[in-house]
């Protein structure tokens, strides 16, 4: 049986940047009709210039797909009205890190005193721009996320006709505050519908499954499938594809971060076809977001996949992919 997805977008893509930009941006823009792309280079992205900068770099890198790389800002307190006027154009979501709690985020937001932010976030309301958030404190490893739930509120009430977007949540507290805002909405990855804690550490230790934040409990997994699979309409699909190469995830040190680009359509299709419908396969994958965000044009793209086996490679370049080696039941037989 075959399944068309009109415009996939992934709203939570890192693209990174030269050669690893080289690589793996083509694997998104041949079969997404476009991407929510990540601040966080070294340095993060802050500036007007650095911003049309890496559009333009994503561009080249992307050659001749019909793929729009939606950009954004990496969040700092200190940003005005006037800039965010002069920038708006360009920029469609800012991103926001607490500091230090994940991959290049060092120069992030930390106290959450809520007037240090106003002034930015009240000028990002005025301008309808969307905030989106890596929901995590620096408490243990588990809890980051529940315990965030608390600042989600806080920026909720303080800030209700700002879009506020939970960043790849994998909670079941999470999932319950999406209901109690109306101004609070969600992204959820395709790995952490599809894992557990103990799949990255139950038994030998999967690098290319450890990313931030990390995978949690069996019943934070059935709440994150339970609001994706009936196509509730604030949850949209926002793979973290967050490529680093091989040898920095099979270190002692091992970078955060699951490499799933490539192979996200398929795995999300035969999730859907065991567990849902195609309908909201596509309400998740495409238009929730569209109606999320309401200042996206998305360049019109369909995908169709087909009950045929795929196996995944081994590696795209120097990047080892989730399911890396293994056979998918669904592969994309057309993108038109
Ligand atoms: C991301 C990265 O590598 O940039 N890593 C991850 O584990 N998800 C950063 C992020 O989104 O937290
Ligand atoms: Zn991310």
């Not at 019909?66 to 940003?79: A, C, D, R, V």
């Not at 989600?152 to 909670?171: D, G, V």
């Not at 507290?173 to 990855?189: C, G, H, K, M, P």
């Not at 238009?287 to 196996?311: G, H, W």
Request: glycine share 4%.
């Amino acid at each position: 049986m075959a399944i068309t997805i009109d415009a996939p977008l992934d709203m939570h893509l890192h693209l990174r940047d030269k050669e690893m930009l080289k690589r793996v941006a083509p694997l998104s823009s041949d079969s997404f009709s476009g991407a929510i792309i990540m601040p966080n280079l070294v340095p993060p992205i802050t500036t007007k210039e650095e911003l049309i900068s890496y559009k333009n770099r994503i561009k080249e890198a992307i050659g001749e797909d019909n793929f729009t790389p939606y950009m954004t800002l990496f969040f700092k307190p200190t940003y005005t009205k006037e800039f965010l006027e002069s920038i708006k154009d360009e920029l469609t979501a800012i991103k926001l890190y607490p500091a230090g709690i994940t991959t290049n985020s060092e120069g992030g937001v930390s106290g959450f005193n809520v007037e240090e932010l106003r002034p930015t976030l009240e000028a990002m309301s005025e301008l309808e721009i969307p905030l989106c958030i890596h929901g995590e404190t620096n408490g243990f490893v588990m809890d980051r996320e529940a315990q965030f739930v608390s600042i989600y509120e806080m920026l909720a009430t303080n800030f209700p006709k700002l879009t506020i977007i939970m960043e790849h949540i994998t909670t079941k507290e999470s999932v319950e505050a999406l209901d109690r805002f109306e101004n609070l909405y969600a992204t959820i990855t395709l790995h952490h519908l599809m894992i557990t804690l103990d799949d990255v550490a139950g038994g030998m230790l999967q690098p290319h499954l450890f990313c931030k934040p990390i995978a949690k409990r069996p019943e934070d997994r059935d709440a994150l499938r339970r609001v994706a699979l009936s196509g509730h309409p604030k949850v949209m699909f926002g793979s973290d594809s967050a490529p680093h190469p091989q040898d920095a995830k099979e270190s002692c040190g091992c970078a955060a971060g699951v490499f799933t680009a490539p192979i996200a359509l398929q795995v999300l299709t035969q999730l859907f076809m065991e567990h849902s419908t195609p309908e909201n396969l596509q309400a998740f994958i495409s238009d929730n977001a569209q109606k999320i965000y309401k200042n996206i044009t998305v360049p019109r793209k369909s995908v169709v996949l087909e009950e045929k086996p795929f196996t995944v490679p081994d590696k795209y370049g120097t990047v080892v992919p989730m399911y890396a080696g293994e056979k998918l039941k669904y592969s994309i037989r057309e993108i038109k």
